[in-house]
């Protein structure tokens, strides 16, 4: 019994040094995502003043020049017609993508994979604050738990200076890590919606330029007058025999 008490209390020791060891990394990591999601929440205020302007009316008319520039062989005209249209970096590089190999043999396959690179990368981005959702609240736990230790030991001892300097880190950090999770959350909504926005513009701009029919051209109202219609002949009178 007295071998098991002692294994007992030195692992308890053992995880009470880990638990100390890791405060002031857990401190640091709590500010390096305080910093990361006020960096990334500017980046979102970047990104929505960008797309104030978005039309799909404007959409739909560039994507219609650029698809007449295209079956006319004039792929620098095309390009010209959406550069406005793009909302973003990878965006303007997907829709440069597209102009160039649109209406080209095996052009399907080259858009699908574009497309699907576009949206790859944009789950890439989001993997940034989704990663803050959980990492925050996470690193406020712990940077919340790991002081009361020495807390409650200041407790006992009567030592209430130590005692107050640690309740004042445990919660000042996890005010830090619920901010930073409620705001990553926030950015990821939002931006969830946005990506998926300019997926589906990119789409709908990459099935019309890739769409092989010529361009329809009105027709034209005749100019002379228009003939009566013709009727059914009219039915011979039957005479008097003379």
């Not at 302007?53 to 095309?78: G, K, V």
């Not at 219609?229 to 009178?237: F, K």
Request: hydrophobic share 45%; net charge neutral.
């Amino acid at each position: 019994m007295t071998t098991f008490a002692i294994s007992t209390h030195d692992i308890d020791q053992a995880i009470f040094r880990v638990a100390n060891v890791l405060e002031v990394p857990v401190l640091i990591l709590a500010l390096l995502a305080l910093a990361t999601v006020i960096y990334e929440l500017g980046a979102y205020a970047v990104e929505r003043y960008g797309r104030r302007r978005r039309r799909f009316a404007e959409i739909s008319s560039s994507a219609e020049q650029a698809r007449t520039a295209l079956l006319a062989n004039d792929r620098p005209a095309a390009t010209a017609a959406v550069e406005g249209i793009a909302r973003s970096q990878a965006m303007s590089a997907t829709l440069a993508f597209v102009v160039e190999h649109a209406q080209t043999d095996g052009g399907d396959h080259q858009l699908n994979k574009a497309l699907a690179d576009f949206d790859f990368d944009s789950q890439r981005r989001l993997g940034r604050t989704r990663i803050l959702v959980r990492a925050g609240p996470a690193l406020g736990l712990m940077g919340t738990l790991i002081p009361l230790s020495p807390a409650l030991t200041g407790l006992a001892n009567g030592n209430t200076a130590a005692l107050s300097n640690n309740l004042r880190v445990a919660f000042s950090v996890t005010v830090v890590g619920l901010l930073v999770g409620a705001v990553a959350f926030a950015i990821s909504l939002s931006r969830d919606r946005l990506y998926g926005q300019d997926l589906s513009d990119l789409e709908y701009i990459a099935a019309i330029l890739n769409d092989p029919r010529p361009t329809a051209t009105p027709a034209r109202a005749p100019t002379g007058p228009t003939p009566a219609p013709a009727g059914p002949a009219p039915a011979p009178t039957s005479g008097a025999a003379a």
